[in-house]
């Protein structure tokens, strides 16, 4: 308190504003610098996972340029010693792009429907108990491992998702994509979006039921007390909300079904053409065609497999992205 | 009031169906498959697909005919939309089962006692059901699963702390990265250690690298999950740790991470079950080795997803028969560490 002119003050002094301040103890500095580097680490990993692919597949990456991606020959080349020729070969994943789109794309389709009618009845339609169990049996079936998906597809499903390409090649073959000159329905890119599909299920299931149970209760019961029938008040109310939802969950899907392995490498012929056709049993994605070449690969190859990985990976990053945006903005909590 | 009666009153359900609306369900139903199995004899087409649809097809227009009857058009749109509703649920729920019958039905055949005793060093996928086993796929898994329990388990924590309770200027960012990193494609992650620590470092398959690559897989889900957990927990609990003089450090690790303890291990048991099954990433870092090898930073390691797989792509019928007893038993792992999951967040929420 300063002392200089006390008289001149009123009898009551009001003491000198204090600012309040908490000196951080050594151990809630050590506590806050450990808990933000183990919060930054998935940036480190993130990161990191980006260097090396990238390290790795630049070699194959300067000499095909914009080629990786837009070719779709992959040939390894050999010189006289037996060591790959890197200038001979040309590396190019056009084929498998298209193919992890057309999988992915159609597995989005098949799925988007089924999941949001799932999702309704389950927030709107089902009794207690029964919503309880489906709520628990379809988070445990986005917990399968993809090699069931995989090897269930391929012995129980693929039969009749066969039998379905018929039926479809038979009445909608005007349409360009389900057109086919030779009737090879085995293994087709068809049978691999079916399983994708089902794979993806319970992820846009669980997104769109979470975002249409935070439909604000006030609208549904106005819309109710203006005498809406179930349907409408989801027409009027729950969609219009959750829709945009529905679009990050569906996005989700989609990246989880472009990043798909082995359950595509299980049911899928695996060829390296582009191949529009989605009866047509011929096909691939991305990273099916990592693990199928990974095996006999050489060096060279192998580079050139980084670099499809780290194209893999920045695709589906970027999904992921716009998806989680999208859900969260929404008040979803995302996958 | 002041009198108690003898008769006791049973509170009116109005919503439950009364017998007589059953009874028009039943017969609705009834009438759909009569429909269906006649239109199917009449008509060319066949199959059970044939019959699916054209029932489901009767079931709608009858149920549409009766609710106009009853109470006009918009009841008529709400029972199409019911019944729809209805057949997405069911067409989702379908492949579960399936999938679960297929599993019991076929991994039957290939189980017996010997499966955890043995390994597959003497015998080769295609030798008869009874002999070689699947302990060394067992204890690889364990391994390579603890492995990536060991990193994940304190990062992913550390994660949720830091966006929970720290809430620093980065606490956006991370959120949105963590969330990227759980769509990061299985296969991606083993490339990764592929090219950071195998090709450069190592040079050999070894289970420390299938440890590495799953650990990526795992953070996320231990981060995000027990970012959920820590949100719960009612601020009242830190700010009475904080007016009792704790510092944050001694606030978060002695009341509010105990508080919320049974969440967490929830977290860390959905974490293991994301990872168990993982097979793409183990095909490219561990090897995959037929004997039991509890070493992790030497020699491939077996792991459950890649005896599956090779019996798989062996493609003969023991071989595949192995596989699919392989998976019954992974699935039954997922299926306890799920329960167990369901078993500690229920107990912990009921408090």
């Known amino acids: ?335 | 009031m002041s009198q108690t009666t003898g008769t006791k009153i049973k509170p009116t359900r109005p919503w439950k169906r009364t017998p007589k609306q059953q009874a028009l369900i039943t017969l609705n139903l009834l009438i759909g498959a009569v429909v269906s199995y006649l239109v199917v004899l009449a008509t060319p087409m066949k199959g059970k697909l044939a019959y699916l649809a054209i029932f489901f097809i009767a079931v709608i227009v009858v149920n549409f005919v009766e609710s106009y009857i009853k109470s006009g058009l918009a009841a008529a749109k709400d029972s199409i939309a019911t019944s729809f509703a209805t057949a997405g649920l069911i067409i989702a729920v379908v492949p579960i089962f399936s999938i679960l019958f297929t599993i019991f039905d076929r991994g039957r055949a290939g189980l017996n006692f010997n499966l955890f005793l043995h390994d597959m060093k003497a015998n080769g996928p295609n030798d008869p059901l009874g002999q070689g086993g699947l302990l060394h796929a067992l204890v690889g898994s364990g391994i390579m699963v603890g492995i990536a329990l060991l990193i994940s388990l304190p990062i992913g924590i550390l994660t949720a702390i830091y966006l929970t309770e720290i809430k620093g200027i980065y606490s956006r960012p991370i959120k949105f990265l963590v969330q990227a990193m759980s769509g990061v494609p299985s296969i991606v992650a083993g490339l990764f250690i592929l090219s950071a620590i195998v090709f450069p470092i190592t040079k050999s398959s070894s289970g420390l690298m299938g440890g590495f690559a799953l650990s990526i897989l795992m953070i996320p889900t231990i981060a995000r999950t027990s970012e959920e957990v820590l949100l719960l927990i009612p601020n009242d609990l830190r700010e009475a740790g904080v007016a009792l003089g704790g510092t944050q450090w001694r606030t978060i690790s002695l009341i509010v991470v105990p508080a919320a303890k049974s969440g967490l291990i929830t977290a860390t048991i959905l974490g293991l079950a994301r990872v168990a099954g993982e097979t793409a990433p183990l095909v490219l870092v561990s090897g995959g080795g037929d004997a039991v090898n509890p070493n992790p930073f030497h020699a491939p390691m077996g792991s459950l997803p890649f005896y599956i797989w090779k019996g798989f792509t062996f493609g003969t019928p023991e071989s595949i028969a192995r596989s699919w007893a392989g998976i019954f038993v992974l699935l039954s792992l997922i299926f306890l560490l799920f329960i167990a999951a369901r078993t500690l967040s229920g107990s912990g929420s009921k408090k």
């Open chain 1, 1 to 335: 308190m300063s002392t200089t002119a006390p008289k001149a003050k009123p009898p009551v002094s009001t003491p000198d504003k204090r600012e309040i301040t908490t000196k951080p103890r050594f151990s809630d500095k050590v506590f806050r610098g450990v808990a933000t580097a183990g919060g930054l680490s998935s940036l480190v990993i993130l990161g990191l996972i980006l260097i090396f692919l990238g390290y790795q597949g630049f070699q194959v990456l300067r000499s095909e340029g914009i080629g990786f991606i837009t070719g779709s020959n992959w040939q390894v080349m050999q010189d006289n010693a037996g060591n790959t020729d890197l200038a001979a070969s040309t590396f190019g994943i056009a084929a498998m792009l298209v193919g992890t789109l057309l999988c992915a794309a159609m597995a989005v389709v098949i799925a988007v429907p089924i999941s949001v009618l799932c999702a309704l009845y389950l927030t709107f339609y089902a009794p207690q108990f029964l919503k309880k169990i489906m709520v628990a049996v379809i988070d445990l079936m986005a917990a399968f491992p993809s090699i069931l998906f995989g090897m269930w597809g391929f012995f129980i499903l693929m039969p009749h998702v066969e039998y379905w390409g018929r039926l479809i090649h038979k009445y909608f073959s005007w349409i360009p994509i389900f057109k086919m000159e030779i009737p090879v329905f085995t293994r087709s890119p068809f049978v691999a979006g079916v399983v994708l599909a089902i794979m993806i299920i319970p992820i846009i299931t669980s997104v769109s039921r979470e975002i249409f149970s935070q439909t604000p209760l006030d609208r549904v019961q106005a819309a109710y007390a203006l005498g809406a029938t179930r349907w409408s008040m989801i027409r009027a109310v729950v969609i219009p909300y959750g829709k945009s939802g529905v679009v990050g969950g569906a996005m989700l899907g989609l990246g989880r079904a472009m990043g798909e392995t082995v359950a595509v490498y299980t049911v899928l012929n695996l060829v390296y053409q582009i191949n529009w056709h989605v009866l047509i049993g011929a096909g691939g994605n991305v990273a099916s065609m990592i693990l199928l070449k990974f095996g006999e690969a050489g060096p060279t190859e192998t580079r050139a497999l980084m670099a499809a990985g780290l194209v893999l990976f920045l695709l589906t990053l970027l999904v992921n992205s716009i998806a989680n945006t999208i859900v969260s903005r929404t008040g979803g909590k995302g996958r």
